[in-house]
T-cell receptor
Framework: AQKITQTQPGMFVQEKEAVTLDCTYD???????LFWYKQPSSGEMIFLIY??????QNATEGRYSLNFQKARKSANLVISASQLGDSAMYFC???????????????FGGGTRLMVKP | NAGVTQTPKFQVLKTGQSMTLQCAQD?????MYWYRQDPGMGLRLIYY???????DKGEVPNGYNVSRLNKREFSLRLESAAPSQTSVYFC??????????????FGAGSRLTVL
């Protein structure tokens, strides 16, 4: 069975600084996908970034990058130049198997609450 | 761009009452999903529909039924609500069957309280 662990329930970061949100995973499947979602206080889930298990390079999307360390089974999210609007819950998620198939479900971690200080 | 629309946004039920959460997407996605989010936790999959006419159980299906009415609509029904079903419910959809079809698009959520 697959498992996602986010060990930081809450974090503070100073505005304009970088922050790393930790995520570790466990799976026996060689094919998997790793995702990060943001949930602001308004409640919606916003997709941020995706990394496939066979991708050679770390994924980047604007100020977001995913630090993928396959041997350590970690997929940490790095947010550069934090903004006040980054204050939110952040969820790491994993799909087992090739996510192209509808039945390959996403499993979510418990989330990290990030608070950006002005 | 409506994306994924869920109704209602808020609902309060008494134990034993029934209700249906509605979900519609306008992105022509094949697959649709229902998740629940309990306080302080991540999302857990209740049911999903890989394509029109098919539904399958997820991680926590007990106490729920679903209907994939057509390609756009996927409803979640609570036949006899229980306090343990107090949660925020999210509908999501995505394209499947093509490379890069990785992004789940979520609705805004429906907050359900069962007294």
């Amino acid at each position: 069975a697959q498992k996602i662990t986010q060990t930081q329930p809450g974090m503070f970061v100073q505005e304009k600084e970088a922050v790393t949100l930790d995520c570790t995973y466990d799976t026996s499947d060689p094919s998997y996908g790793l995702f990060w979602y943001k949930q602001p206080s308004s409640g919606e889930m916003i997709f941020l970034i995706y990394q496939g298990s066979y991708d050679q390079q770390n994924a980047t999307e604007g100020r977001y990058s995913l630090n993928f360390q396959k041997a350590r089974k970690s997929a940490n999210l790095v947010i550069s130049a934090s903004q006040l609007g980054d204050s939110a819950m952040y969820f790491c998620a994993m799909s087992q198997g090739y996510f192209n198939n509808a039945g390959n479900m996403l499993t979510f971690g418990g989330g990290t609450r990030l608070m950006v200080k002005p | 761009n409506a994306g994924v629309t869920q109704t209602p946004k808020f609902q309060v039920l008494k134990t034993g009452q029934s209700m249906t959460l509605q979900c519609a997407q306008d992105m022509n996605h094949n697959s649709m999903y229902w998740y629940r989010q309990d306080p302080g936790m991540g999302l857990r999959l209740i049911y999903y529909s890989a394509s029109e006419g098919t539904t399958d159980k997820g991680e926590v299906p007990n106490g729920y039924n679903v209907s994939r009415l057509n390609k756009r609509e996927f409803s979640l029904r609570l036949e006899s609500a229980a306090p343990s079903q107090t949660s925020v419910y999210f509908c999501a959809s995505r394209e499947t069957g093509s490379p890069g079809a990785n992004v789940l698009t979520f609705g805004a959520g429906s907050r359900l309280t069962v007294l």
